[in-house]
């Protein structure tokens, strides 16, 4: 059974940072593109970034191109999302998912809040 | 970035109804659309792939419709368990973008 489970959520102050982590199960993270999307209530569900299953390929949101970085340990089975210099803006749910024909599944989200 | 317009925002309906939610995006996105449904406090679930290709195991009662730059979900009898919000996905063009949501209530 495929699950992706998300942790590293918490509240932080603008300007910080924070690493979240998405543990898969079920696959082989490197078989596949993967994301992370973020839900916030004004601007619904918005696309992140993604790593390519090379483990070296990435795209980003404008909005966070720069400060936030993807990546992956084949190791553990994990993807990460590092989030420097953070903004109110940035205070979402975020979600992992895998990549294929679109997003097939969705992790349950880890909840972020930037806020001083 | 193509901007995904969902309409309604949304809409009460009764058990047994069909319900018709659309999706127009602001460019050709060939068939890259998807269909979500997703419940309070649950991750979103996948119920259409590639514009109509029905995801395995969920019910023959979902269907998705279109081409280019409309599309369809549609629910042809309502049930209980389909009262959620629904979201539908471009994936043709990074930035890939979803709509706002459609509140499926009950009525």
């Known amino acids: 059974e495929v699950q992706l489970v998300e942790s590293g959520g918490g509240l932080v102050q603008p300007g910080g940072s924070l690493r979240l982590s998405c543990a898969a199960s079920g696959f082989t993270l490197s078989d596949y593109w993967m994301h992370w999307v973020r839900r916030t209530p004004g601007k619904g569900l918005v696309w992140v970034a993604r790593l390519d299953s090379n483990g070296r390929t990435t795209n980003y949101a404008d909005s966070v191109k720069g400060r936030f970085t993807v990546s992956r340990d084949d190791a553990k089975n994990t993807m990460y999302l590092q989030m420097n210099s953070l903004r109110a803006e940035d205070t979402a749910v975020y979600y992992c998912v895998r990549g294929l024909w679109g997003i097939d599944y969705w992790g349950q989200g880890t909840l972020v809040t930037v806020s001083s | 970035d193509i901007q995904m317009t969902q309409s309604p925002s949304s809409l009460s309906a009764s058990v047994g109804d069909r319900v018709t939610i659309t999706c127009r995006a602001s460019?050709?996105?060939?068939?890259?659309l998807g269909w979500y449904q997703q419940k309070p406090g649950k991750a979103p679930k996948r119920l259409i792939y590639t514009t109509s290709s029905l995801q395995t195991g969920v019910p023959s009662r979902f269907s998705g419709s279109g081409s280019g730059t409309e599309f369809t979900l549609t629910i042809s009898s309502l049930q209980p368990e389909d009262f959620a919000t629904y979201y539908c996905?471009?994936?043709?063009?990074?930035?890939?973008?979803f709509g706002q949501g459609t509140k499926v209530e009950i009525k």
């Open positions: 460019q050709g996105i060939s068939n890259n």
């Open positions: 996905l471009q994936h043709n063009n990074y930035p890939w973008t």
